[in-house]
């Protein structure tokens, strides 16, 4: 069985940023393309960024392009979520996912404030 597990999110001001990391096991991680996906309050689950098996390709959301930046390391069998500049609009529940599955970690909230 596959888990995912999230962590780094908090409480942080407008411009700040925060590292999010997500720890999977239970599978063979260099065998899927992984993804981040958000949900703010009273909105649906959004995605934010991808990127493949080997790292060769990453597909971000335009409102995180050139702010957010994923990566991973299969050797630690993590996918990571650098966010940079970031925004009230950032605010939101941040879910990592094997991308095109139905495995979700359970999330880690983000709290950017003006």
């Known amino acids: 069985q596959v888990q995912l597990v999230e962590s780094g999110g908090g409480l942080v001001q407008a411009g700040d940023s925060l590292r999010l990391s997500c720890a999977a096991s239970?599978?063979?991680?260099?065998?899927?393309?992984m993804g981040w996906f958000r949900q703010a309050p009273g909105k649906e689950r959004e995605f934010v960024a991808r990127i493949t098996r080997n790292g060769g390709r990453t597909d971000y959301a335009d409102s995180v392009k050139g702010r957010f930046t994923i990566s991973r390391d299969n050797a630690k069998n993590t996918v990571a979520l650098q966010m940079n500049s970031l925004k009230p609009d950032d605010t939101a529940v941040y879910y990592c996912?094997?991308?095109?599955?139905?495995?979700w970690g359970q999330g880690t909230q983000v709290t950017v404030s003006s």
């Open positions: 239970g599978g063979t991680f260099s065998g899927y393309a």
């Open positions: 996912t094997i991308s095109g599955s139905d495995y």
